[in-house]
């Protein structure tokens, strides 16, 4: 197959068009960028892993302790069956943030895996998070953990 100058131009722009749509911003609120996580590496310094349960209207709640210099949180709630719908939302000390749903990670996959940074640093002190049962039949399993 020939490769022409054409060719090769829509290559790399279909490239750079792809890759720019995974690093969206989901959000922007409290000066706060939410965008998809995007990464499966877990670093030191993660909060433990949460298994929990849940049911239609039901909502469990979670915190953790953010030092002050901390760039970025990661948070992962994955339940990992589409026809169930969970949201999350994170209150940070100095905001609210979300709700967010299943596709907010740009894929449907029974997931929400996010990235909140802002520039300066993230307000350091206590973030709760909220995960809310919003469509569930029965009791649907989760894993929820941040980072």
């Known amino acids: 197959m020939k490769v022409t100058g054409t060719s090769m131009a ?7 068009l792809i890759s720019g749509v995974s690093a969206q911003n989901v959000d922007k609120n409290a000066g706060y960028s939410v965008t998809p996580a ?12 949460t298994a929990g349960s849940i049911t239609q209207g039901q909502t469990n709640w979670y915190s953790v302790v ?3 210099g901390k760039a970025s949180l990661t948070m992962d709630l994955n339940w990992g069956y589409v026809p169930d719908s969970l949201s999350l939302t994170a209150i940070a000390p100095d905001g609210t943030i979300g709700p ?30 909220k995960v809310y049962g919003v469509s569930v039949l029965g009791t649907q399993s989760y894993n929820f953990v941040t980072y």
Do not use: E, H, Q
Not at 38 to 49: A, D, E, I, N
Not at 101 to 125: H, Q
């Open 66 to 68: 953010v030092p002050a």
């Open 10 to 16: 829509i290559l790399i722009c279909a490239l750079v």
């Open 100 to 129: 967010y749903y299943d596709a907010a990670d740009g894929v449907t996959d029974g997931r929400i895996f996010l990235k909140i940074s802002r520039a300066g640093g993230i307000a350091p002190g206590t973030w709760n998070f």
């Open 38 to 49: 995007g990464s499966l590496f877990l670093p030191k310094g993660m909060s433990p892993m």
